[in-house]
């Protein structure tokens, strides 16, 4: 799902190759998204963000695109470690965006050595991948880490205590590039939902066309993050990472204030801000849509689903937001421009305008 988002938001400055573990849809919508728009001017600057350096420039690593857009990709298993090796062996990136995962909670429990073999030694494949052509790593976990006790928000310091095979699968991975490398992001995210994958919002507008009431679960709460935004962020950090020593901040009309700032490596949290639980995020979801159908209140006990949730897993950005220096916005408003055909650019779901049209 946000393989496809990356594709498309980072083509727009870096060259890209696209490795992919199965012949998967996404992959086609990668090569899409690596089709040319216009030529590239690496003498120019966008947005108040430096364009990538050279290779050779040590304070770098990142290569510019020289006026073209190169379109790449690759099939690999990641579970394979001299596959995912001689992949980035060949192709010798500056960075490696590390998101393929087994993300299906429950599936993790009913398939352990597939969720641990994919989520946990593929990670620690990339981690010695990136190793081998000091390539920086990029690596998507998620809020499951933690065990959902807490009241306030997670910080990256908080203790972790996975409740899933899937939580552990994936603590396991960022272990891994921890002790691998020294040059890792890992990004805890989570309750994503895009245009490029199965999610939340299209669950439950799909499921309102047939039903005139809808079970949700109350008692857990977390916080909706679009994968668009995601790859805004990871963008934004990739852009630093590009001219760590000049970022331009706290701009007023045409002046900016330069501050000077060394890449911090590390554990990072992102997702869209503010907290709503799955109920009340359904009544969202299908206000916005327009439907009359109505939402019940459950617990997690009475959904019996086979891997336990945290209860709260809302994250602390607050680290992200010093560096790389950037916001996220809050989940409502990222969760209308989705449902808003206008607003996010390409047709809205057929389950929306089936949910209006009820």
């Not at 298993?77 to 001689?86: A, F, G, M, P, S």
């Not at 199965?198 to 009431?213: C, M, P, R, S, Y």
């Not at 852009?239 to 970022?247: F, G, L």
Request: with cysteine.
């Amino acid at each position: 799902m946000l393989g496809v988002d990356l594709c498309q938001e980072l083509r727009k400055e870096h060259e890209l190759i696209g490795v992919d573990v199965i012949a998967s849809p996404a992959l086609r919508h990668c090569e899409e998204a690596f089709r040319p728009t216009k030529p590239f001017d690496p003498s120019t600057k966008a947005q108040g963000r430096s364009r990538a350096k050279p290779r050779d420039d040590k304070s770098s690593g990142l290569r510019p695109e020289q006026g073209r857009r190169t379109k790449q990709s690759h099939k690999c298993d990641v579970t394979n470690k001299r596959e995912i090796l001689q992949v980035v062996k060949n192709m010798r990136p500056d960075i490696v965006i590390h998101t393929a995962a087994m993300t299906d909670v429950d599936g993790c429990e009913v398939d352990q050595k597939k969720a641990y073999k994919i989520n946990a030694e593929g990670a620690r494949n990339v981690a010695l991948a990136c190793k081998a052509v000091d390539a920086a790593l990029i690596y998507l976990s998620t809020d499951f880490v933690f065990d959902g006790k807490k009241k306030n928000p997670y910080k990256e310091t908080d203790k972790t205590d996975p409740l899933s095979v899937y939580a552990d699968s994936k603590l396991k991975g960022e272990a891994a590039a921890k002790r691998i490398l020294k040059k890792y992001f890992i990004l805890r995210t989570g309750w994503l939902y895009g245009k490029h994958g199965k999610n939340f919002v299209d669950t439950i507008l799909k499921k309102a066309k047939t039903e005139k009431a809808l079970k949700v679960v109350d008692d857990q709460t977390g916080s909706p993050t679009y994968t668009k935004d995601i790859a805004k962020a990871i963008h934004v950090l990739i852009s630093v990472i590009a001219s760590p020593e000049v970022i331009l901040r706290h701009c007023e009309g045409t002046k900016c204030q330069k501050q000077s700032q060394k890449i911090e490596y590390g554990v990072y949290h992102i997702s869209n801000s503010g907290s709503v639980s799955w109920f009340d995020y359904a009544k969202e979801i299908l206000k916005l849509a327009g439907s009359q159908t109505k939402v019940l209140p459950i617990s997690s006990k009475e959904l019996d689903r086979p891997a336990k949730r945290p209860r709260m897993s809302v994250l602390d950005n607050s680290k992200f937001i010093k560096f790389p220096g950037h916001k996220m916005r809050n989940w409502q408003e990222a969760l209308k421009e989705y449902m808003t055909p206008s607003l996010r650019g390409h047709e809205v779901p057929e389950a929306i305008s089936q949910a209006k049209r009820g």
